[in-house]
């Protein structure tokens, strides 16, 4: 049975959702919460095709991960999600990864509802009038501040922005930010397990723009790396060992 306040679905972890390391990619776990969250609007009658047409569409703010371990090929995982509330105008939603009844990681979701051609962030109220979910306030210990970039981080590389990043709202899909971060890690931090991993996402990335990535070590063995497109900081990311 499905309800507002917790919906959960289970998926087994496919071959090609496993990278070089043998464990899955972080843009396919952050795809499983992705389609977790639109799974459950969709059960209560509010998935993404009727909120678009209704002028709304929902855009990821930040994504803080917290990891016991990585799935693994063929892991049989039960994902359970629970919409938190509001900060400001930024909605909450946690989702909470099991593997044969193991809790292996949690993350935590911020999103803005905006509208759907000029991307305007709506006010919280408007999708709350469906009178689905609550106006809870998330309290001050489990809200997620967007990452604050360091000074002076050297000069990493490019990674352009291709047609296939892209999802249904016409940018870089939040996901793909997981393997843009894979991929600017130092090869050291791909080898050791990663256990708190923060994406924020600032500005859209769309077709044809070029992202400049930066990065560096920061205390306690993580590393920081952002990205700028031609129109300013589009995202930070934080990840420790």
Known sequence: ???????????????????????????????????????????????????????????????????????????????????????????????????????????????????????????????LAYNIFQDAKVPPEDRVDRLTVPEGLPFLGERPIYYSDLDFNHHLNNAVYGDVLMDFLPAEMRRQPLRKIQISYISESNLGETLKIYGGPTEGGGFFLYGDHERGLSFSAKAEP
Do not use: C, W
């Open 1 to 127: 049975m499905v309800t507002v306040e917790e919906f959960s679905r289970t998926v087994q972890v496919a071959s090609y959702e496993v990278g070089a390391n043998e464990k899955i990619k972080l843009s396919v776990l952050l795809r499983m919460a992705q389609e977790t969250s639109e799974q459950h609007l969709g059960e209560l009658g509010i998935g993404y095709e009727r909120l678009k047409a209704d002028g709304i569409v929902f855009l990821m703010t930040n994504y803080r991960l917290l990891i016991k371990r990585l799935p693994v090929h063929n892991d049989v995982l039960t994902i359970k999600t629970h919409p938190r509330g509001t900060v400001g105008v930024q909605f909450y939603r946690d989702f909470v990864v099991y593997a044969d009844g193991e809790e292996i990681a949690r993350i935590m979701q911020t999103s803005v509802s905006a509208n759907p051609d000029t991307h305007k962030i709506l006010r919280p109220k408007v999708f």
